[in-house]
């Protein structure tokens, strides 16, 4: 089992920024890959920014150049860091861990609630 605890989440004004952080704790081994998905209100969850255990990233079009997506291995910690934020950005954001061999190991985390609003 792997659990995932997401914090950092709030309110925010357009064009502000703000770090999203996903502490995972249990079994944890690689080769992994840990992620941000979102949902907002009617529609479905979207794939926002991955990393894998070995560091390689993957981003959705639309937060390219404004998001990264960093990890500190050491606490088994993913950040999604959040610049130029905008309204259209506002949804619950989703931690998620899934062995990349053991597929069925595939966990998320409850949400956090991002709203960027003036």
């Known amino acids: 089992q792997v659990q995932l605890v997401e914090s950092g989440g709030g309110l925010v004004q357009p064009g502000g920024s703000m770090r999203l952080s996903c502490a995972a704790t249990g079994r944890i081994f690689s080769p992994y890959t840990m992620g941000w998905y979102r949902q907002a209100p009617g529609k479905q969850r979207e794939l926002v920014a991955t990393?894998?255990?070995?560091?390689?990233?993957n981003y959705a079009d639309f937060v390219k150049g404004r998001f990264t997506i960093s990890r500190d291995n050491a606490k088994n910690t993913v950040f999604l860091q959040m610049n130029s934020l905008k309204p259209e950005d506002t949804a619950v954001y989703y931690c998620n861990y899934v062995h990349r061999l053991l597929v069925h190991l595939d966990y998320w985390g409850q949400g956090t609630q991002v709203t960027v609003s003036a």
């Open positions: 990393i894998t255990s070995g560091g390689v990233t």
